[in-house]
């Protein structure tokens, strides 16, 4: 059985994200999305509940039809995750070639330490959810750049006022 599994910190999960499930989810018999703490980001805080965006990226994947994808939230090295599972295949989104340096570099490290190997998908669309995080911070509408269920997300978090966008607490 070829399980594969996809980590993140999907704040917010957006639809080049969702692509990157899709193409897993026809590969493989099973796919793990993990929701994880990324240390790069951490000083900058999450932006939407884990929780909350957990819940919405399983509507969304119900609506797609997707019954073979299980989201998690997770806390744990990549290691513990990938044996509880009994993961044997890392899937990767790479946007540009500053992706493509990055994950290579981390695929080599899976492979060396997990005996992981790692499927990269390309992907057209550049989109991050930094990329997302800073249109909504100028106004600008994202409806486009993320499913329907986590725009909900998204609208009940911020609300416009006249050209800018002001966090709801």
């Given at each position: 059985m070829m399980i594969g599994f996809i980590h993140g910190?999907?704040?917010?999960?957006?639809?080049?994200?969702?692509e990157l499930v899709k193409r897993a989810s026809r590969r493989c018999d099973k796919v793990i999305v993990g929701i994880a703490i990324n240390p790069l980001k951490v000083l900058r805080g999450r932006r939407f509940n884990r929780e909350v965006m957990k819940e919405a990226m399983i509507k969304v994947f119900e609506r797609e039809g997707m019954d073979n994808v299980t989201v998690i939230i997770f806390n744990d090295f990549t290691l513990r995750i990938t044996l509880n599972y009994n993961v044997n295949i890392l899937i990767r989104g790479i946007r540009n070639d500053k992706d493509r340096r990055y994950e290579e570099k981390l695929a080599k490290i899976y492979k060396k330490i997990l005996g992981l190997e790692t499927t990269f998908f390309y992907s057209p669309d550049n989109n991050s959810s930094t990329k997302i995080m800073e249109k909504l911070k100028k106004g600008?509408?994202?409806?486009?750049?993320?499913p329907p269920e986590i725009y909900e997300v998204i609208k009940k978090k911020w609300w416009k006022l006249p050209n800018q966008l002001k966090v709801n607490v």
């Open positions: 910190s999907f704040d917010p999960f957006i639809n080049g994200h969702l600008k509408d994202v409806r486009e750049n993320v």
